[in-house]
């Protein structure tokens, strides 16, 4: 980074951004943003396409609604077309940030990444990294990882889980360099609307949200909500999320389990415009995950002052504060779902974990987290 303290640093982010939908896109969105209101000059440059259309069966990689206008976002590359990546290298050169930001969470980008960086000099690189260990396996995924994370300055992680993961799987010298952060509370959901939600007296409502992976425990979930229908009849269940393959098998176990009545169905890309619509009639967002590092649904039922029932597993348990801002439960345990769910769902206590969530989120900005980076 220049020495000139009179010159302000010019950042740099290199993965998704928009239109490519999806949270890591909207993470780095978010912090480019925090840059900017520092007066800090911001390019991002995006991918053209993030994956084959085989890769990603559950409709279109785009979000035509999702702009930036504010930040320069140019598309530069291909990661799966290797002819495209000194196109990438060219267009940062001549950029010349002094801080280089790259969003890690699939081995499947590792090679162009190092790649580019490889080429990049006298530009201090540092990886945000949001998974250490895929939740999918990729052929020599674990050699494609170590490689580009070992290229970087710096590594930022989000979570407790994945510091552990670093410094378990990747050389200490990899090890050495990262640090831990955090993940950001969304502030940019429905931002001019009133964040309290309309507590009805009579029924209550569940919310599953998000991209729909075997992982993220839906099963469970549906499982959990037979069981708490034979003692609240009044229960709702919203889910709201595009599925990742085949939606049939959920339909199923729906019409096995008797929960049409009960159960509303949104299998599809949820738009920025249309997430508050959720989380504002929902009294509980639950995360069933089977694995995970962290989340930024935890992040953005936050942001809506929302309480949060999620698995104990990975870095979720270090965004939730147990009786305040939600609660923990057994991973794959359909009854302790049920039965930590049902304990929840009293007006009293979500009202309080809403007041909690509301002092909690302040301490998580975007500032802060691109103040932690900069200071790196």
Request: proline content about 6%; hydrophobic content about 40%; charged content about 25%.
């Amino acid at each position: 980074m220049n020495n000139d303290s009179k010159k302000k640093p010019k950042i740099a982010f290199l993965g998704p951004a928009p239109p490519l939908r999806g949270g890591i896109s909207q993470f780095a969105l978010n912090l480019a943003r925090a840059f900017r209101e520092r007066d800090l000059e911001v390019t991002m440059f995006n991918f053209i396409r993030q994956y084959p259309d085989k890769l990603f069966p559950s409709g279109s990689q785009f979000d035509p609604e999702c702009t930036a206008k504010d930040i320069d976002i140019i598309g530069s590359f291909t990661p799966y077309l290797p002819y495209t990546w000194c196109h990438a290298v060219r267009q940062i050169r001549n950029n010349a940030p002094d801080l280089l930001i790259v969003s890690y969470w699939l081995p499947f980008f590792a090679p162009a990444y190092a790649f580019i960086i490889s080429r990049l000099k006298d530009i201090k690189v540092i990886f945000l990294v949001h998974n250490v260990v895929s939740h999918e396996r990729w052929p020599l995924g674990s050699s494609f990882r170590d490689i580009a994370l070992s290229k970087a300055d710096k590594l930022v992680v989000l979570s407790q889980s994945c510091l552990e993961d670093i410094h378990k799987l990747l050389p200490l010298r990899v090890a050495r360099r990262t640090v831990l952060g955090f993940h950001p509370i969304y502030d940019s959901y429905g931002q001019h609307e009133n964040q309290a939600k309309e507590i009805g007296k009579d029924t209550f409502t569940l919310l599953f949200f998000g991209l729909i992976k075997p992982y993220k425990g839906l099963d469970v979930l549906l499982k959990a909500f037979r069981l708490l229908l034979d003692r609240k009849p009044e229960l709702r269940l919203i889910i709201a999320g595009d599925v990742y393959g085949d939606s049939s098998p959920y339909l199923e176990l729906i019409r096995s389990l008797r929960l049409g009545d009960h159960v509303e169905t949104h299998f599809r890309y949820i738009g920025d415009a249309e997430i508050g619509s959720y989380f504002r009639q929902s009294d509980l967002c639950i995360l069933p995950y089977k694995t995970a590092t962290q989340s930024g649904v935890i992040a953005t039922s936050y942001c809506f002052d929302v309480p949060v029932i999620a698995s104990d597993v990975g870095g979720l348990s270090e965004y939730i504060l147990p009786g305040k801002t939600g609660f923990l439960v057994r991973s794959e345990d359909p009854s302790a779902l049920a039965e930590t769910i049902f304990k929840a769902l009293d007006r009293e206590l979500l009202t309080n974990m809403q007041d909690e969530i509301k002092n909690y989120k302040k301490r998580f900005s975007w500032a802060a987290l691109a103040e932690l980076i900069l200071g790196l």
